[in-house]
């Protein structure tokens, strides 16, 4: 069965600097998709990557798919207090009928 | 407007009891689907449930039953609960895509604590 492993699981960074959180895949991947939740929240929809080598922008925020398609990234720049949350990264199963889920990584960010 | 709406946002109950989540969709989507959140933050699919197909996580115990009396709502009933279903539940809905167009929505989690 396919399996996504997110690191770091943790991260602290001040505010103003930038970050990166990858997710590796076993399988390749048909679709990639990145979450956000925060403490007691539901999960937020932040990007959906298909392509091999695509990379989609919101913001501050920027994901990535390596053209393999097994490895993906999620990059925020200039982090503020606002992006701190669990971000976790999604892949279509086998069947497509459903989502797996990283780990998750806890995102800080200190003022 | 509220996109995926879950009842209760928090249960505590005790050991033994039947209880029931309730999820609705004002989405038009054609698939809904229950997801568990341990206390380690790990997500895992329960069900996925489309107006014509179930398909169940086979590590999901019989006694989680979905019911979905129509299209926009899917409830999730537990029977005889156990201190291991305390967990965080979601609720969430998608347009029917198949893979790489599965973007799903998700509702705002039921906090179930069984004593």
């Known amino acids: 069965s396919q399996e996504l492993e997110q690191s770091p699981q943790s991260l602290i960074v001040q505010e103003g600097k930038n970050l990166t959180i990858n997710c590796t895949s076993s399988k390749t991947l048909y679709g990639l998709y990145w979450y956000k939740q925060k403490y007691g929240e539901g999960l937020i929809f932040l990007m959906m990557l298909q392509k091999g080598g695509e990379e989609k922008s919101h913001e501050k925020i920027t994901a990535k798919l390596d053209e393999k398609k097994q490895q993906s990234s999620l990059h925020i720049t200039a982090s503020q207090p606002s992006h701190a949350g669990i971000y976790l990264c999604?892949?279509?199963?086998?069947?497509?009928?459903?989502?797996?889920f990283g780990k998750g990584t806890t995102l800080s960010v200190s003022s | 407007d509220t996109a995926v709406s879950q009842t209760p946002k928090y249960l505590v109950t005790q050991m033994g009891n039947d209880k029931s989540i309730k999820c609705e969709q004002n989405?038009?989507?054609?698939?809904m689907y229950w997801y568990k959140q341990d206390s380690k933050k790990f997500l895992k699919i329960m069900f996925s449930y489309n107006n014509k197909e179930l398909i169940i996580n086979e590590t999901v115990p019989n006694r989680f039953s979905p019911k979905s009396p129509d299209k926009a709502h899917l409830n999730l009933h537990i029977n005889s609960l156990e201190l291991g279903d305390s967990a965080v539940y979601f609720c969430a809905s998608s347009q029917e895509g198949g893979a790489g167009y599965n973007e799903q929505f998700f509702g705002p989690g039921t906090r179930l604590t069984v004593l």
């Open positions: 989405l038009g989507h054609d698939t």
């Open positions: 999604g892949a279509d199963d086998q069947a497509g009928t459903a989502l797996i």
